[in-house]
Each structure stands twice: as C-alpha cells, then as structure tokens.
C-alpha cells in the first residue's frame, strides 16, 4: 500500500488514479449538466429576436436615423450587413445574430432581418468610444473576463493531491474560490451588456420610434442580458461543482495510524 503523508501527526492516504479518473468523469459530467441550463435562456431570447422580425423595416428605418444621431460615423464606426462580412463568429456571419467588432469599428448586423438587434450593438460602440473610464474599463475587459472565467474551469478539475489541513498557498485558494472567482470574472460582462442595451433604446427613442416597439425592444434586450447573467451563474456553479467533486475524489483520506497499518 502507499506510504501514508504525515501532517503534523495525522496520516493521510494518496488516492488512486481510479478514483481521480472518476472524480473526473463525474465532475465534467456535471459541469455539461449544469451548463445545458444555457440553452433554456438562449431559447427565449432567440424565438424573442425572430418574433421582431416582422417590424424589420420600421427598426431599420430607425436604426438609420439613431446611428445618425450617435456621433459614431465621426468616430469611424460602420454598420455592415453580416450577409457580405466574413467574421470570426459563425453564429453572426450566418446573420443570425449581431455583434460589434471594436479594433475594426465595425456593427455587423443583418439588416434585412434583425435590424432591433442594432441599436444594442450601436451602444457597444459607444461604451468602446464615447465613454469615461469606468464604462471603457468594463467594455475592454470583457475578454480577460471570459479568460479568467475559463482559466477557473481547469483549476476546478485540477487533482487536490495535498492534504486539507496543510498549510495553502496562492493556488489552493484560487482552487477553494474557482466557482466564485469564474462567476465574479463575468459580471464586467454583465455590466456592459446592460448599458449597451441602455444606450440603444436610449438611441430608439431619440430617433422616434414607435413607442410600442420600444417596448418590444426594452423585452428583447431584457431577454439578452438575461442570457450573460445566466451564463455568469450557471459558470460559477458548474466550475463549483467541478471543485467539489474533484475535491472530494482526489483529496488525500485522512486515516487513523492503526487503520493504516490494519490493511
């Protein structure tokens, strides 16, 4: 059998690899379980943005005159029809959602379909440009967001190969908090989600458009922020669970002296 670690005094027994194979299997099992709960808020938002297309011209017709009043053509900003843009996000070059591309000033939008997802994209553009520090802060760390919030995932699946009771450094407490520090890494996100949408319909007013579609458009965004916060949550649950499984498979046991020397 394997040398028992002695921790001032307390014994404890390595794992297996077994066992570490079936903390694992069991913890991105229930990390994938977790995350489905994804596709329950992107659903809504999706059927929300096609059930708008119907009022396409009229959010097109004002999209043109909200980008006008922005300012953002004086910042070098363009709205591209996704349909003629290659980008790097297929879900948006088959023009089935809209995103804004801050290095190359870019609104890639299909117009012909979903033009009320514009003026949110428009309010990116002016979190990226038109804003003070605090908003600018949020709007460009978005991606170091996404990094740590993934970086959290593999400290979650990480083998616990030291006691708990011995003395923790740096990287056993990011270990402890990896489900609250992947949650905490998304709420910039958040943020900055919600004030792009604020900015649009705040743009969709001043450009005229019909207060009942207002409406609709302050329901749709709802539904989208709806869809960042519920990744943030499902994030820091799914990279928790994954902690605690893999914690409670790979951890040394603690044993008693005679019940080591018993086997």
Do not use: W
Not at 92 to 109: D, F, H, M, T, W
Not at 144 to 155: H, N, P, S, T, V
């Amino acid at each position: 059998m394997t040398n028992p670690i002695d921790t001032n005094g307390t014994y404890y027994v390595p794992r297996s690899q077994t066992d570490k194979t079936t903390g694992f299997l069991l913890a991105t099992l229930a990390s994938g379980a977790i995350m489905k709960g994804l596709s329950v808020t992107g659903d809504i938002f999706h059927k929300e943005l096609i059930k708008e297309q119907s009022n396409n011209n009229t959010y097109r017709e004002y999209l043109n005159k909200a980008f006008d009043l922005s300012g953002l053509a004086g910042k070098g900003v363009n709205i591209i029809p996704a349909q003629y843009e290659r980008v790097t996000f297929p879900i948006e070059a088959a023009g089935k959602n809209a995103c804004y591309i801050p290095k190359a000033k870019k609104v890639v939008l299909n117009t012909d379909k979903i033009s009320h997802a514009g003026f949110h994209e428009l309010g990116h553009a002016m979190n990226d440009l038109m804003s003070k520090y605090g908003v600018k802060y949020l709007a460009k760390s978005r991606r170091a967001g996404y990094i740590i919030a993934g970086l959290m995932e593999y400290f979650a699946i990480f083998s616990r190969t030291k006691p708990k009771d011995s003395k923790r450094n740096l990287v056993d407490i990011i270990e402890d908090n990896c489900g609250k520090i992947a949650f905490a890494a998304l709420l910039p996100v958040i943020a900055e989600e919600g004030i792009a949408s604020y900015r649009g319909v705040k743009l969709a007013k001043a450009s005229g458009l019909p207060e009942h579609l207002i409406k609709n458009l302050k329901k749709l965004y709802t539904k989208a922020l709806a869809t960042y916060a519920g990744r943030a949550v499902l994030g820091g649950l799914a990279v928790g669970a994954s902690r605690i499984i893999m914690d409670h498979y790979t951890r040394p046991r603690k044993v008693e002296l005679d019940e080591f020397f018993s086997f």
